[in-house]
């Protein structure tokens, strides 16, 4: 009987300390937005995260066509969105933003957004979008870590057995 016991204890306490849904700073916009044509380039990158998140720090590098980099002072945080300031640039060509930040719940959350910047040939030369846009590229550094569940799975496990164990010996003896 103590068997029993200690079986659905494990049970119940593998289920009851299952890992919470552990909340990402993602990114919901990026100004420019991904893949933008720009005929002028902007004077900051700016890239937004989720409402609730809270990154605590970020770095970033702007690099032009040729290789140069586009930035000339640090990355910073304005609530929940990482400014970068870009240096003026006539350099047409693919301009590619990556990023790093630390988020609210210390893990990393690192990416790339990338635009370009198009000659002007006439009036009608669409501008591309300045807006925020979802989805610019991160990597998979930004996932949960596997080992909660990994323990969780094991104690439930671990708990099954002693119970069939248990039920086993009840009816031999």
């Not at 809270?54 to 980099?69: L, Q, V, Y």
């Not at 002007?120 to 998979?140: I, K, L």
């Amino acid at each position: 009987m103590r068997c029993i016991a200690v079986g659905i204890t494990v049970i119940v306490f593998g289920l009851m300390s299952a890992p919470v849904a552990l909340a990402h700073d993602d990114v919901v916009g990026t100004s420019p937005s991904n893949g933008a044509q720009l005929t002028t380039a902007p004077d900051e990158v700016r890239i937004e995260f989720s409402p609730d998140a809270s990154p605590r720090s970020g770095t970033a590098s702007i690099t032009g066509p040729t290789g140069n980099t586009y930035q000339p002072g640090e990355a910073r945080i304005d609530g929940t969105t990482l400014v970068i300031p870009m240096r003026p640039s006539a350099t047409v060509g693919r301009y590619t933003v990556d990023f790093r930040t630390a988020s609210s719940d210390g893990h990393p959350v690192t990416g790339t957004v990338t635009f370009e910047l198009v000659e002007q040939t006439t009036s009608e030369t669409t501008a591309a979008s300045t807006s925020a846009t979802p989805n610019p590229t991160t990597e998979a550094t930004d996932s949960a870590p596997l080992w909660p569940w990994v323990i969780v799975v094991g104690a439930v496990g671990l708990g099954a057995i002693g119970l069939l164990r248990t039920i086993s010996r009840s009816k031999h003896d």
